[in-house]
């Protein structure tokens, strides 16, 4: 007695209003894949079953933040809101500037366009796709440092999302002079949605500042890589997840987020530095681009809300119940012998495409075509994240250069989806795995010049 734990486990929240879902026909739903000219990007919503494609902007908001959105002060200079999600901010991740933005593009724009010089390199643990899109725009290079275990999707590593410490230090010692800062994204959404631990980031802490190489971090699911570290780290049991994140943020010079995810609001970012000539830079570029200092591109509303959803985030609660259901979607998939990158990461379930279609070309996307499967079999969108959104031609050469892996994403929204929306996905999943070799891979028939996979056109090979 006393001793006894808690029942734990189910949702800490309850419903207070829902949005009817439906699924059409088997009929219809092939139809409308072939009119999306197989980009699930192409689909319309109402034609979707259960929406996995994003954890973006796709939270449920609390009664809490509805209230928020009452309380929205829309002066154009000195919002109280701003003030507000200022003080959440500089509380939680310890930064002195905090600048707002309406998403986590424009904040990597502005950022990158203050600290990045034609030619120079920019080394991440893992770039997202519009973060490497942002880095060339300002005419840099991104590098990716990933460590092997990262490529290695059916093993198990507490930390996938680590940078590799000793190339890391190979290419400052190399081209140090040449780098403006490095970029650390926790969670690494391109390989899995897996955690950086905290030994990670102190390490490349050490060796950037040798090099006095500022370190930022992509800070777009802070709260879920915080919580990996307190239940896989040693010394970060007993460590509140706000004293984590903190920790966390003390060794970087600050952050871009996209508070579409980790901030659990449909629309909202943000950009932080201790660096007071990097902020006025930043500043005017806002000003240019966003609109005034106090709201960065949002309304005082949303502002608001963004505060309120950073500070629900950090609950324990909350993120035992996000990340318990992302591992059930995965141990689901598992349990069927479905590969995908395990552990599971933080938003997220990631098919290994080429793993699940061994038949399919990577030339042919495996991962693509498991996505547009899953649609008609079962209503799902899901996202590739990986050959069509990644694979470049060498500029040389004229070949293309494939990405190591080739993943269909399930992404799950915060506080939307039961456990039973999670069968449903699995269960699609077996199916189509039960008659894969009959399926055929896929051809681009026409695509952008930039981010080619929001707007490709397919047809079957
Ligand atoms: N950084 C990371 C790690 C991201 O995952 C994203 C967006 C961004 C930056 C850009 O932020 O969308 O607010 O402009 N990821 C979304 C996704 C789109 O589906 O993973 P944004």
């Not at 275990?149 to 410490?165: M, Q, S």
Request: glycine letters at 8%.
């Amino acid at each position: 007695m006393g001793q006894e734990k808690e029942i734990m486990g189910a949702e800490p929240f309850k419903i207070k209003m829902v949005e009817p879902i439906r699924l059409i026909p088997r009929v219809e739903r092939v139809k409308r894949m072939e009119e999306a000219y197989f980009n699930v990007f192409r689909l319309k919503p109402d034609d979707v079953y259960i929406d996995l494609l994003t954890d973006s902007g796709t939270s449920a908001m609390s009664d809490y933040q509805w209230a928020g959105l009452m309380m929205g002060d829309e002066s154009y200079a000195g919002s109280r809101n701003f003030y507000h999600l200022e003080q959440v901010v500089q509380d939680l991740m310890g930064f002195r500037y905090v600048i707002p933005t309406h998403q986590g593009r424009p904040a990597e724009n502005i950022l990158f366009s203050a600290l990045i010089q034609p030619g120079q390199m920019v080394p991440g643990n893992a770039h997202f796709d519009t973060t490497a899109a942002h880095i060339r725009h300002k005419k840099g290079i991104p590098v990716n440092l990933p460590i092997p275990e990262a490529l290695r999707t059916g093993e198990f590593h507490p930390f996938k999302g680590n940078v590799n410490i000793g190339e890391l230090e190979a290419l400052l010692n190399q081209e140090g002079k040449n780098i403006p800062f490095f970029l650390m994204t926790i969670t690494n959404n391109t390989g899995g949605g897996q955690p950086v631990s905290m030994e990670n980031i102190r390490k490349a802490r050490e060796i950037t500042s040798k090099y006095r190489i500022p370190l930022y971090f992509d800070a777009a699911r802070f709260a879920e890589n915080a919580y990996f570290i307190k239940e896989r780290e040693e010394g970060y049991r007993d460590r509140s997840i706000k004293a984590i994140v903190k920790e966390m943020m003390s060794h970087g010079d600050g952050c871009v987020m996209s508070a579409k995810k980790d901030g659990l609001v449909n629309m909202g970012g943000f950009i932080c530095t201790n660096d007071e000539g990097v902020y006025q830079r930043c500043g005017e570029l806002l000003i240019l681009m966003e609109g005034f200092l106090t709201y960065g591109g949002l309304s005082g509303r949303d502002l608001e809300v963004m505060a309120r959803g950073l500070e629900e985030v950090v609950s324990e609660d909350y993120l035992t119940y996000r990340i318990r259901q992302v591992r059930y979607l995965g141990e689901r998939l598992m349990d069927a012998g479905i590969p995908i990158i395990h552990p599971t990461g933080g938003h997220a379930v990631y098919i290994d495409g080429r793993a699940f279609l061994p038949h399919i070309p990577q030339s042919q996307f495996p991962a693509q075509v498991t996505s547009v499967e899953l649609y008609m079999e079962a209503g799902v969108r899901s996202l590739e994240i990986g050959t069509v959104a990644f694979a470049r031609k060498d500029e040389k050469t004229g070949e293309t250069i494939y990405p190591p892996l080739d993943l269909t994403r399930l992404a799950i929204p915060r506080r939307v989806y039961t456990d039973r929306h999670m069968d449903v996905v699995a269960e699609g999943v077996i199916r189509i795995s039960k008659r894969k070799e009959s399926i055929r891979g896929l051809k681009i028939n026409w695509e952008p010049k930039v981010l080619r996979h929001f707007l490709a056109k397919f047809s079957r090979v």
